[in-house]
């Protein structure tokens, strides 16, 4: 596929000049009719990478996705942007179901987002010639490595195997390695093209706090982010509605969200946060899984998360247009033993609890809070990010090459297959059975490090394995192993600087400015009574960037306005006038008032505008008139015998339009049946300025 081509495409239907890094190459991979692993974090643009290849391949493309909010916020996206989208799902009545089964036959959809669980729906009708693209969103569901396994996504290794001439991606946020290998493996991709976006987002500030007072730091935290939407994830039911209420006593619009709620009500308050009628949503962690709002400013975790990929997952929901948004986390020693008690009793609990210690390490950690994150998903990175409360509260550090480097000898000599609290023996000399049974005692560093005391050797390691120097493997036991960094300090003399540890104390932060303009706030109001009229969130319309982008260049033309990123073509038709209009106006009424003129002849100062070559709306904003008034003197004008040319500012397809129902009303001199006939869609004025353009054209014939 051409590159102008998919260039072409992606402006018209999703309003972006360019692509984000790896979208064209996926992509392209579609068209090449290969396989694909897509793991790329939350707001960096995974649905693109399907949904664009759909609207130019011949046939359907489906689409599994975990959860039905998920599906009909995607659903309701495309169709705002022109596209022809559905899902099918248990909660649609029969007729809404069968409304679906022959947009299938009739080959009318572009996408259709299924459940798992309702793949036997739509069997019969998905023949292997019908199906252009299968995509799996939230794909590490398949796997008992990943961090949210579900049991109905194992069935999916079916797909290829009845499809096997068709692409399949699989998609996902978060996956680590072993998470990445189980997909491939479960959905009988083992070829695929592995594309690993980076996990960089720069644009979230990221704190960690210690669990004391956490009302009191909550309540402080968003009081001071009035405007602003956010998400508090807590542990338990009982703490969502503890937090919820002591945020409604302070005069904050909260509810609290969990599955012990009718699911009415978790309709109800998942609503309206996505419509912004209130600012905070306390939830247990599945809450925002099914939405894609792009305006969510913070997320706080009241309990500490059971591990970074969900962590990760939850932090990115704020932030999603790329705008500066904060995150922060509470962590306390009850937190980790509510937990490990949860991963004792799960089905996968050794992994469970080697993950949970990771997201211990990273509450706990003195280094870079982005570094750790970043390297935990195998994206190395040595500079200090300078957005993080390490960054911006540094504490201490020594010249730690020579433990660094007793360290990564050790596991290299237990061969890589011990875990943390082995290897911490071994350095410190330890007899126990562990150790003796192992023949551990006969290691070359047996007892090299039996100065530094146990706790200061496990957080060296800790601090080793966030700054990259090593990996832990949890599908092989927990066991560490080196990456290819540690070489670097084993052999080419590599320096490592580790941390000491700081007495801790509370650091305070403020709210994340976006720098705004009065224009920007009327152009939110605008956004909203739309989406109140239209029953469909607000940042389905534009999201905060792309008003963020008009309030800066501030369009006053089709031409602009489509230059904006995030305005494509049908958004333009839809949504174009009004808010062209709003920002004509904030503009000219910021302007110093011209002297006006001696009125004279109304009528004569339109012409000779008019004659200038002005368009009626250019008129309207000098004359500060109202576009109708100007209207209606281009219409005086012209039943006085004035050259007005209606086809400078009527366009063609308008003029056809109303040229066809004049042939089948049974009035054509009115414009009223015209204005029904056309569902009020074309303006009066439009409609008779075209009626005048006929007349014109009937004359010279």
């Not at 995607?74 to 559905?86: E, F, H, I, M, R």
């Not at 809404?96 to 459940?115: C, D, G, P, S």
């Not at 730091?217 to 998400?231: A, C, H, L, M, T």
């Not at 660094?404 to 609290?421: G, H, V, Y």
């Amino acid at each position: 596929m051409e590159e102008t081509k998919l260039l072409q495409t992606l402006k018209e239907y999703f309003g972006y000049e360019s692509f984000r890094p790896l979208q064209e190459r996926i992509i392209s991979s579609v068209f090449q009719v290969k396989d694909n692993l897509v793991i790329m974090p939350t707001g960096g643009g995974k649905s693109i990478c399907y949904q664009l290849p759909a609207l130019l391949l011949p046939q359907l493309t489906l689409v599994i996705s975990p959860l039905i909010a998920l599906m009909k916020d995607q659903v309701d996206g495309l169709k705002t942007n022109g596209v022809s989208a559905a899902f099918l799902n248990s909660s649609q009545t029969e007729k809404q179901q069968q409304e679906i089964f022959k947009q299938i036959q009739q080959n009318e959809l572009k996408l259709l987002y299924l459940a798992p669980e309702s793949l036997s729906f739509v069997d019969n009708l998905l023949s292997p010639e019908k199906i252009s693209l299968i995509a799996i969103d939230e794909a590490h569901c398949i796997s008992s490595w990943g961090h949210d396994f579900r049991p109905a996504y194992t069935q999916l290794g079916y797909l290829k195997k009845r499809y096997p001439a068709t692409p399949l991606m699989a998609l996902t946020a978060t996956a680590d390695k072993a998470t990445r290998h189980d997909i491939c493996r479960q959905l009988n991709i083992p070829n695929a093209e592995k594309h690993i976006a980076s996990f960089d987002r720069k644009n979230l500030n990221l704190e960690v706090r210690p669990g004391i007072k956490r009302l009191e730091q909550i309540k402080n935290f968003v009081s001071e982010r009035e405007d602003q939407n956010g998400i508090i994830y807590c542990l338990s039911r009982k703490a969502t509605e503890e937090v919820a209420a002591k945020l409604k006593k302070e005069g904050i619009t909260a509810e609290a969200y969990h599955a012990g709620m009718k699911s009415e009500e978790r309709i109800s308050v998942q609503d309206s946060f996505i419509n912004d009628e209130i600012q905070v949503v306390c939830a247990t962690i599945a809450f925002g899984m099914g939405i894609d709002k792009s305006n969510i400013r913070w997320v706080i975790h009241y309990n500490m998360p059971k591990n970074i990929e969900g962590y990760y997952q939850e932090i990115g929901r704020a932030g999603r247009d790329g705008l500066p948004s904060d995150t922060m986390l509470f962590h306390s020693y009850a937190d980790v033993i509510q937990l490990q008690r949860f991963a004792e009793n799960s089905g996968n609990s050794e992994v469970q609890l080697a993950k949970l210690e990771r997201m211990k390490q990273y509450a706990e950690s003195l280094t870079c809070r982005r570094k750790i994150l970043l390297n935990y998903f195998g994206e190395p990175k040595t500079e200090d990010c300078g957005n993080c409360d390490i960054c911006r509260n540094p504490p201490t550090f020594f010249d730690g090459t020579l433990p660094a480097q007793k360290a990564l000898s050790c596991i290299f000599r237990l061969k890589e297959k011990a875990a943390l609290t082995a290897v911490i023996d071994v350095l410190r000399g330890a007899q126990n059975e562990n150790v003796l049974s192992q023949g551990y005692q006969n290691v070359k560093t047996y007892g090299a490090g039996r100065d530094i005391p146990w706790r200061n050797w496990q957080d060296y390691i800790i601090q080793l394995i966030n700054l990259g120097y090593i990996e832990i493997a949890f599908h092989r036991e927990n066991s560490l192993q080196l990456t290819p960094a540690a070489k670097k300090v084993l052999f080419e003399g590599e320096k490592v600087q580790l941390a000491k540890t700081p007495e801790k104390t509370e650091v305070k932060t403020t709210a994340q400015k976006i720098t705004t303009s009065g224009l920007f706030e009327k152009l939110r109001e605008l956004r909203l009574k739309i989406s109140r009229e239209e029953g469909i969130p607000a940042y389905l319309i534009f999201n905060d960037a792309t008003l963020k982008e008009m309030e800066k260049s501030r369009p006053e033309t089709d031409e602009e306005f489509l230059q904006v990123n995030g305005v494509g073509r049908q958004k333009m038709q839809d949504y174009g006038y009004q808010f062209l209009k709003e920002i004509r106006e904030f503009i000219h009424s910021k302007k110093p008032k011209k002297k006006k003129k001696s009125k004279g002849d109304t009528l004569k100062l339109s012409l000779e505008l008019y004659n200038d070559g002005l368009t009626p709306e250019e008129i309207a904003r000098e004359r500060e008139l109202a576009l109708s008034t100007v209207f209606s003197h281009l219409f005086k004008l012209y039943d006085k015998g004035e050259t007005i040319d209606f086809s400078r500012f009527i366009d063609k397809n308008d003029v056809e339009a109303v040229k066809k129902a004049r042939i089948k009303l049974d009035n054509p001199t009115a414009l009223k049946p015209y204005f029904e006939y056309f569902e009020e869609a074309i303006d009066y004025n439009i409609i008779r300025g075209a009626l005048a353009i006929i007349e014109k054209e009937e004359k010279v014939l």
